[in-house]
């Protein structure tokens, strides 16, 4: 490896937003990869908690290599009303986790799965998260995923991968399936 190259090896800052589906999934297969490189990967889903997906059960056989924790309660209705307090205080309960988890320095990669829609929905301030990704230490690499990715990450990535739907099966009827949505 040349001496530039070394040079450019850092964590990076990726973000996966978008209207379209597989945000979640394409960010599972980096850390995928990032374990296969015997990379520790930690994995905080912000408001998914109520449903049982097939991935907990998967980064299992992972041990301590792979963790994921879902910290919410499932979907989060917005709109109208203003959000529920404890959904609230559960996403700062998350941001908390995931601050001390990106400047432990313990983990090589953390994902912050769907924190996109809790700054999106007024219940996490960008700036607090802008200033860790900014502290944190310089071979931590960092996933957010979620839509309408705040302008101020943006920003601030690496690299941004918005995805786009071009057509999906709900449309013509079909509910979600296992093993592909959950």
């Known amino acids: 490896m040349t001496e530039e ?19 979640t999934t ?7 990869r990032a374990v296969g490189n015997g990379m520790r990967v930690l994995m905080l889903q912000f408001l998914k908690g109520s449903w049982h997906y097939g991935e907990l059960d998967a980064v299992e056989a992972f041990g301590g290599q792979w963790v994921m924790k879902q910290m919410g309660r499932g979907f ?3 709109g109208g009303a203003e959000s529920d307090p404890e959904d609230i205080r559960m996403v700062e309960e998350a941001w908390l986790e995931a601050r001390q988890a990106i400047l432990s320095g313990e983990w090589d990669m953390v ?15 960008p700036a607090k998260v802008v200033e860790t990704l900014l502290e944190r230490p310089p071979m931590v690499h960092v996933i957010l995923t979620g839509r309408n990715a705040h302008p101020s990450l943006v920003e601030i990535a690496d690299t941004v991968t918005e ?15 296992r093993g592909i949505e959950y």
């Open 5 to 23: 190259a070394q040079e450019s090896r850092r964590g990076l800052i990726l973000i996966n937003t978008g209207p379209g589906k597989g945000k």
């Open 26 to 32: 394409a960010a599972m297969g980096t850390a995928l």
């Open 76 to 78: 989060v209705k917005i």
């Open 111 to 125: 994902v912050l799965d769907e924190i996109n829609y809790a700054i999106s929905y007024g219940m996490l301030d």
């Open 163 to 177: 995805m786009r739907q071009v057509k999906h099966a709900y449309e013509k009827g079909v509910l979600a399936q």
